[in-house]
């Protein structure tokens, strides 16, 4: 069975950084594309960035260019988000997500993680 | 970027009706890479529908996916309790990938 277990998250200080993970079983994990998908309070999903199984090829919102980078660590099987410059609107809960496939081509998320809530407040 | 536009918002049926919810691009979506997630409150999206039609493992046969080109239905043809949640279409032929808003799905 996959699971993907997010952690990391936490209040920080507008123009803070953060680093989140995701520990991922249950699947090999190189093989697959792995995303970041936000979402703020009561609002809908935002695909924030993937990387692809290899970790060679990385793609970002427009909103987290600059500011957020996306890793992984093949041999610890798992995903990061490093967050810095962070902004009021990055509040969300992040969700990892494995990809259908290598991650070179729009990600279809399948499955997603329970989530962990970042809250950028002063 | 495409953008995804789910309708109606709300939908407010009864357990045993059926629910045609609806997701239009405003642009073709290539191969008809249209997916749906169902959410309910405190979890993750869960995969219902991929490819526009594809029902994802698990997912009863109680619930479709239709469409092409522009326009996208989800149904669910007789509605049961477990059912009422947040929808979500997410297009992933052309970057950057995109959701719709949601329509949320109440009980009456």
């Known amino acids: 069975e996959v699971q993907l277990v997010e952690s990391g998250g936490g209040l920080i200080q507008p123009g803070g950084s953060l680093r989140l993970s995701c520990a991922a079983s249950?699947?090999?994990?190189?093989?697959?594309?792995m995303s970041w998908v936000r979402q703020a309070p009561g609002k809908g999903l935002e695909w924030v960035s993937t990387i692809s199984g290899g970790g060679g090829s990385t793609y970002y919102a427009d909103s987290v260019k600059g500011r957020l980078t996306i890793s992984r660590d093949n041999s610890k099987n798992t995903l990061y988000l490093q967050m810095n410059s962070l902004r009021a609107e990055d509040t969300a809960v992040y969700f990892c997500a494995k990809d259908r496939g290598s991650g070179t081509s729009p990600p279809r998320f399948d499955p997603w993680g329970q989530g962990t809530l970042v809250t950028v407040s002063s | 970027e495409i953008v995804l536009t789910q309708s109606p918002g709300t939908l407010s049926l009864s357990p045993g009706e059926r629910a045609t919810l609806s997701c239009r691009a405003s642009?073709?979506?290539?191969?008809?890479?249209l997916a749906w997630y169902q959410q309910k409150p405190g979890q993750a999206p869960r995969l219902l529908i991929y490819?526009?039609?594809s029902r994802a493992t698990g997912i009863p046969d109680r619930i479709s996916g239709s469409g092409s080109g522009t326009d996208f239905t989800l149904t669910i043809s007789r509605l049961e309790p477990e059912d009422f949640a947040v929808y979500y279409c997410?297009?992933?032929?052309?970057?950057?990938?995109?959701f719709g808003q949601g329509t949320r799905l109440e009980i009456k």
């Open positions: 249950g699947f090999t994990f190189n093989s697959y594309g």
């Open positions: 490819g526009a039609s």
């Open positions: 997410q297009q992933y032929g052309n970057s950057p990938t995109t």
């Open positions: 642009q073709s979506v290539s191969s008809s890479f």
